[in-house]
């Protein structure tokens, strides 16, 4: 609980996933994810060699630009989305949660010496004690916009 300052879900639920981000990772060899399509028929010679030297571009441009973090986590974000949507199917509850003291979290899980990984999200998953009333929604008009994201007001 230390790691999350207090909040009670890592003690009430009887797993918390902890995503991890690896911001180098791209660097390793990616040859078994190439083959492996290969194999399935997915992906062609020259579709593997198209999107291996696309990919490489990408990264280094972003590692370029200093978002080498950002991008890991933001694929981390994607990887837990659909670990809370396979969850919910499974007829479990799930909490993702921010607001956790990231130093704490990777102690925890016993990568403290690598400042080369990056805590991107926790996720609580268990049965619920009870069920909970949903708390509503703001209007979409609120949330969703059309077209163009609206400016500020000038002053």
Known sequence: MRATG???QPAEAPVVLVFV???QAWRADQAD???QAREAGAWSDDFIAMFAAASDDFQHDLERRGLLREYAIKDAMIAATYVLLA???LGLASSPMNGWDEAAV???VGIADRDDLAIALLVAVGYAAEERRHPGRRP???NVFHQRYPRLPTR
């Open 33 to 35: 994810i190439y083959d």
């Open 21 to 23: 981000a690896q911001p």
């Open 6 to 8: 207090g909040q009670p």
């Open 140 to 142: 979409v008009e609120r």
């Open 87 to 89: 969850a919910t199917e």
């Open 106 to 108: 990777k102690e925890t």
